[in-house]
Structures are given as C-alpha cells and as structure tokens.
Nanobody, 118 residues
Framework: QVQLVESGGGLVQPGGSLRLSCRASGSIFSVFAPSTLAWYRQTPGKQRELVAHISDSRDTNYVDFVKGRFTISRDNSKRTVYLQMNSLKPEDTAVYFC?????????WGQGTQVTVSS
C-alpha cells in the first residue's frame, strides 16, 4: 500500500509563491520511479482537477490556467514530487493533492490547503 503526504500549503497574498511537496511511502519502491505523477486540486463542490503532471522521463504538462506560473518536478530518490507555484491568484485557492496518473491510482492523501487572499 502506498501512502501520500502533501505539505507546503498555506495562506499567501496574490502574486506570492508557495512550494508544495508530496512524499510517497509504503510499498512504493518499484512503482514510484516509472509512474507519471501529477498534482490535482479541488475546491468545495467541484470535482478534483488535474493541474500538472510529470512523466518518468521528466516530460511535463500543465493545464492552461497554470502554464508559465507553476512548475512540477520530482526526486525519485526521495520519492517526492514538487509543485512550485508562482504569481498565485485568488482562483488558485484549493486543496492540492498528488497521485499517479492513469488507472489504479494510489490512495489519496489529505491534501494541503492553499489559500490566496489579501
């Protein structure tokens, strides 16, 4: 079983930055490195949406509303995926989660709350 723990969220003013981390533990040894990993976000009453993903070869892809502002990266030795968020906007306010992309996703973590407000 894989456990995901997200961290790094908080309250930030518009235009500010945050760096989120997501560490995987458990039965992860053979599955983390080959997996395409992603960050998702969710706001109350809405479905969880994909924000960015990074392949095993470190190819990255972003949804339009974060392109040029967010950067996803990974450190397989630490079994961690990161999301650097710059130029934050109030509409980025959400709970952010990480997981693999595709079928048989791992159990979701608690997420980390990001609030962008003045």
């Amino acid at each position: 079983q894989v456990q995901l723990v997200e961290s790094g969220g908080g309250l930030v003013q518009p235009g500010g930055s945050l760096r989120l981390s997501c560490r995987a533990s458990g039965s992860i040894f053979s599955v983390f490195a080959p997996s395409t990993l992603a960050w998702y976000r969710q706001t109350p009453g809405k479905q969880r949406e994909l924000v960015a993903h990074i392949s095993d070869s470190r190819d990255t892809n972003y949804v339009d509303f974060v392109k040029g502002r967010f950067t996803i990266s990974r450190d397989n030795s630490k079994r961690t995926v990161y999301l650097q968020m710059n130029s934050l906007k109030p509409e980025d306010t959400a709970v952010y989660f990480c997981n693999k992309v595709g079928t048989q996703q791992w159990s979701w973590g608690q997420g980390t709350q990001v609030t962008v407000s003045s």
